[in-house]
Nanobody, 127 residues
Framework: VQLQASGGGLVQAGGSLRLSCAAS????????MGWFRQAPGNEREFVAT????????YYADSVKGRFTISRDNTKNTVYLQMNSLKPEGTAAYYC?????????????????????WGQGTQVTVSS
């Protein structure tokens, strides 16, 4: 599975961006998908995750209520709608897919839970 993230850019604080993650090489419709971000000098951190159907999502507290993860399995694409962006949201954003079996009622929040990674797309939020 190859993942291609796009949609990053420069935005003012309070603005919005929508990131996309297109999967190719193999259908990702059954995969748990996630978004992570990494700011310079920081470790990569969890942002959001979504199950295969889109019916189960989970967010980091820092983005809850402002970001929305969704997916369109007909397009093998996952989205991250980011509203009310803050300067501390400046980071490279990465999408990830879990190819291993998943277990019901569990959220996958760690980098180690994912098997495939995109190249990252830069989001810069100016104050």
């Amino acid at each position: 599975v190859q993942l291609q993230a796009s949609g990053g850019g420069l935005v003012q604080a309070g603005g919005s961006l929508r990131l996309s993650c297109a999967a190719s090489g193999r259908s990702s419709s059954s995969y748990v998908m996630g978004w992570f971000r990494q700011a310079p000098g920081n470790e990569r951190e969890f942002v959001a995750t979504i199950n295969w159907s889109g019916g189960r999502t989970y967010y980091a507290d820092s983005v809850k209520g402002r970001f929305t993860i969704s997916r369109d399995n007909t397009k093998n694409t996952v989205y991250l709608q980011m509203n009310s962006l803050k300067p501390e949201g400046t980071a490279a954003y990465y999408c990830a897919a879990r190819g291993r079996p998943v277990y019901s009622n569990r959220n996958y929040l760690s980098e180690n839970d994912y098997d495939y990674w995109g190249q990252g797309t830069q989001v810069t939020v100016s104050s």
